[in-house]
């Protein structure tokens, strides 16, 4: 437990949070093992039908995911990231991470608006009385408002595994039970990594597939696949990919303006060389 708290300090002194050094050192110590307590009568908002269940029995891990009232409530939640990371641990888990999405809204349609537009059919629970913070007496810090616990509720690391990768990596290598904090590496090969899109209408989107292939012995895992922009989209299938088998990633640059750019995407996976980078540039004219 000691090591994961260590690395968890790393990240967080190297990200741009706004506790220093003491304050954050202090805080993990505090909720390392925590047990958090949780309200009986929870009910999810948007089904009406859905009764929040902790029993420790149903899964050996649970993340909980808490959203106060303070300021874009919908903009914090990320719904459509979360998505994608609870597809990533039911693949690997086959469904035995339970996700508990507990809200304190100002405005419960905001979130119901949003919940429609991502399709996300998750159940999430509506803390009316902001009963759980005050059982728990969370920290001011969203970044702190995630965390991954143990079948007795207790808290194994904090952290939000959607906004940043080296986080997520320490979920994931959690939860799989792996013994320290790096999962197993394994290698591969990009058939491209500098993409030049040459001169084309700027008003045409662009496409390109590249190829990764895992060459090593141990079954390969994409983390987290970002890019600098919105223009700039990477799309693949969210899967494990054993030794000797290939995955496609399809970039799409969509260009703003007539410009030449230079753009990159980024690959989190668990290779020593991890993150990849792959470089785009083109002339949008």
């Known amino acids: ?26 805080l993990i110590n505090e909720w390392n093992e925590k047990e958090i307590i949780f309200p009986t009568n929870y009910i999810d908002f948007i089904s009406s039908n859905k009764e929040l269940s902790v029993d420790s029995s149903l899964s050996n891990y649970k993340i909980l995911i808490y959203i106060d009232s303070i300021g ?29 999405f507990i809200l304190h809204p100002k405005e419960i349609r905001e979130i119901k608006v949003q919940a429609k537009i991502n399709k ?16 728990n007496k969370f920290p001011s810090d969203i970044a702190f408002h ?21 986080i997520k990596e320490l979920y994931i290598n959690k939860i799989l039970n792996k013994g320290n904090i790096q999962i197993d590496k394994t290698e591969i090969e990009v058939d491209n990594l500098n ?6 209408n700027w008003n045409k989107p662009q496409e390109r597939t590249i190829h990764i292939k895992n060459t090593g012995k141990n079954n390969l895992t ?10 700039t989209v990477p ?7 054993p030794s000797g088998e290939i995955i496609n990633l399809k970039i799409t640059f969509t260009a703003e303006r007539p410009e030449y750019f230079e753009r990159n995407v980024i690959i989190h996976c668990n290779t020593k060389e991890s993150p990849i980078e792959i470089k785009l540039k083109g002339n949008a004219i």
């Open 235 to 241: 799309e693949y299938d969210l899967k494990t990919v």
């Open 72 to 100: 874009c409530s919908s903009c914090k939640l990320q719904l459509n990231e979360w998505k994608i990371f609870m597809k990533q641990v039911d693949s690997l888990t086959n469904n035995h991470v339970k996700f508990l």
């Open 222 to 231: 994409i983390l987290d696949i970002a890019s600098s922009c919105g223009c």
């Open 195 to 200: 993409i030049d899109f040459g001169k084309f």
């Open 1 to 26: 437990m000691k090591i994961l708290y260590i690395g968890i300090l790393f990240l967080f002194f190297s990200c741009n949070v706004s506790n220093n050094k003491k304050e954050i050192t202090n």
């Open 146 to 166: 995630t965390f991954l616990l143990d079948r007795e509720n207790k808290v194994i690391l904090l952290g939000n595994p959607v906004s940043n990768p080296k």
């Open 120 to 135: 996300f059919n998750y159940p999430l629970y509506f803390d009316k009385n902001d009963e759980l913070n005050k059982l």
